[in-house]
């Protein structure tokens, strides 16, 4: 999948334009080179819909790792002070920049991702294709802070289900009934006696606790 169709579907926007980040507030252009043009690393700069998470797309091959790490936490220090005129928007942004550098050698460094000064780094495998769509396996995606597996991925083992139900205590236990009532969950509370209250009784607990000690060697 393409890295900026990740960003689009979860409403991140793009403002790596100086027309499109004032819209949002923001000056841009204090990242781009002395020319006013955008540095060939910087692939995208991504704003989340709530203004309060910035991600700086770096291509890893235009230069030295460490290097290429300074130079953008120079960058991100410089525009986190005078990047917008509303200080507000930059002080939520500014524990929320993250740079997330692209690269397609598999024998790279990754120390570099536990580099915290200034930014976080996140070293992000891909494959660079025209016109500078750059695509993301999905086994590889996990590593976007806010990529979330879709629920279609995980299927059920019913094999395990059938061993854990295995492992519950049968319904026909008499002493074990209350097991399957419903019952309303208490939280951690405490009542007048200051007693804490729990979702079952101090008898009920103890007969859980023989339980497992008769069962626990037939289960295992």
């Known amino acids: 999948m393409l890295l900026q169709d990740f960003f689009t579907k979860n409403n991140y926007a793009n403002i790596i334009n100086m027309e499109n980040a004032a819209s949002y507030g923001l000056s841009v252009e204090m990242l781009y080179d002395e020319d006013d043009v955008i540095p060939k690393e910087l692939k995208c700069l991504y704003i989340s819909k709530t203004c309060d998470e910035l991600f700086f797309i770096l291509d890893g091959r235009e230069s030295d790792l460490t290097k290429l790490c300074e130079k953008w936490d120079r960058k991100i220090s410089a525009f986190m002070a005078f990047g917008s005129k509303n200080k507000e928007i930059l002080r939520k942004l500014k524990y929320n920049a993250i740079q997330i550098i692209l690269y397609e050698n598999p024998a790279i460094d990754r120390s570099e991702e536990s580099y915290l000064n200034v930014t976080r780094k996140i070293l992000l495998p891909c ?14 995606a996990v590593g976007i802070p806010f990529y979330l597996i879709p629920v279609g991925d995980f299927k059920v083992n019913e094999g395990i289900v059938a061993e854990l139900n295995n492992c519950l205590p049968d319904a026909e236990i008499g002493e074990l009934d209350f097991l399957f009532t ?15 209250k729990k979702n079952f009784e101090r008898e009920e607990y103890n007969k859980i606790k023989e339980w497992l000690n008769t069962n626990v060697d037939t289960i295992s």
Do not use: A, P
């Open 127 to 140: 494959t660079f294709k025209g016109n500078d769509m750059i695509e993301v396996e999905d086994s590889e």
């Open 182 to 196: 419903n019952r309303k969950l208490v939280q951690r509370r405490t009542d007048e006696n200051n007693i804490l």
